[in-house]
């Protein structure tokens, strides 16, 4: 009979209720008893991944916040064995680009176990930081250089975990008294490199935030392509501009025949897609990958991994559905 793994954040559900629920539905769905991995801070989940993979698992459900998912997505890049997604975070950011079902645990163990498979993309950052050391790891939603790494790394997480998303307003108010331009040379493709002077630059496989904040409008998650978008604010109305841009024109994308309005670049901000961006810093800056703070990088080298991952989807969801 297949089995499936289930790797869990301790800190947001224990192992006694996973099995109260995950159980049940295993032995009716004709699985084998399912293993169950704790994750550690030290440890997000990679390892534990890994360990289901040598342990032969035909499933392994995540179960957590957007970090547990990276870090198992990472270790099942291009395995082929499927990732089932049990959001438990403040932010389920794939989850909610995926349109899945939040904090209902039954509903997502049965996704596991009788669900269907999904390819889609992973993006794979490589850096290299000041020291000369080199990193890679994988994303699936956004990585982000800049302003949007510094809320993250300002963020306080004892606050986090008892206001949940209104956290992010006083990190981001500290993160923009320090915020400066990052000088960079950027090249997209194979494109001629650029220079720049930008407050921030973001890649997407994804193009929705929480609260369904819509800041890349045509990103798909299984289109091949990372989108990018860079924040240049252009004196005292330049961050009001860039709000109304996500918060409201990027919104109207919603609205059944309305004009597509989200890739239109102003001087605050401008869109890019590419499947490869490298970027040169002159001053290490900070990078986070699906709000995970990484540290102080100096290069980073992003591509797409298409159809890198196997996500495992409700019982009768279809290529149409999304």
Not at 224 to 249: T, Y
Request: glycine content about 8%.
């Amino acid at each position: 009979m297949p089995t499936a793994a289930v790797v869990f954040n301790p800190v947001k559900i224990s192992v006694e209720d996973l099995r109260e629920t995950i159980d049940p539905i295993a032995e009716r769905s004709g699985w084998s008893e399912s293993m169950y991995l704790e994750t550690s801070e030290d440890d997000p989940g990679t390892g534990m991944a890994k360990e289901a993979l040598e342990r032969n698992a035909d499933v392994v459900l995540a179960v957590g916040g957007d970090g547990t998912v990276r870090a198992v997505a990472e270790a099942l890049r291009d395995t082929g064995t499927p990732l089932a997604l049990a959001p438990q975070g403040t932010g389920n950011l794939l989850a909610r680009n995926l349109e899945l079902t939040l904090d209902n645990l039954k509903e997502s163990a049965e996704a596991a176990f009788v669900g269907v498979d999904r390819p889609i993309d992973l993006g794979v950052a490589t850096w290299s930081r000041k020291d000369g050391s080199q990193e890679e790891h994988s994303f699936l939603v956004m990585a982000g250089l800049g302003l949007d790494a510094q809320m993250i790394s300002n963020t306080d997480e004892e606050l986090k975990s008892k206001v949940g998303a209104l956290a992010y307003v006083k990190s981001i108010v500290e993160s923009l008294k320090h915020n400066h331009r990052m000088r960079l040379v950027y090249q997209l493709d194979n494109n001629q490199p650029q220079r720049g002077k930008i407050h921030t630059v973001m890649v997407g496989n994804c193009g929705s935030l929480q609260n369904n904040i819509l800041l890349l409008p045509d990103a798909a998650v299984d289109d091949g392509m990372l989108d990018i978008i860079a924040l240049q604010p252009q004196g005292i109305f330049g961050w009001p501009q860039i709000l109304w841009k996500v918060l409201v024109e990027n919104a109207l994308l919603r609205l059944p025949g309305t004009k597509q309005l989200g890739q239109k670049d102003n001087e605050h901000l401008s869109y890019q897609q590419a499947q490869r961006i490298e970027l040169s810093l002159r001053d290490p800056q900070e990078i986070e990958l699906d709000g995970d703070h990484f540290g102080e990088v100096l290069a980073v080298r992003v591509t797409v991994d298409p159809g890198g991952l196997i996500v495992r989807m409700p019982a009768g969801w279809t290529p149409s559905d999304n």
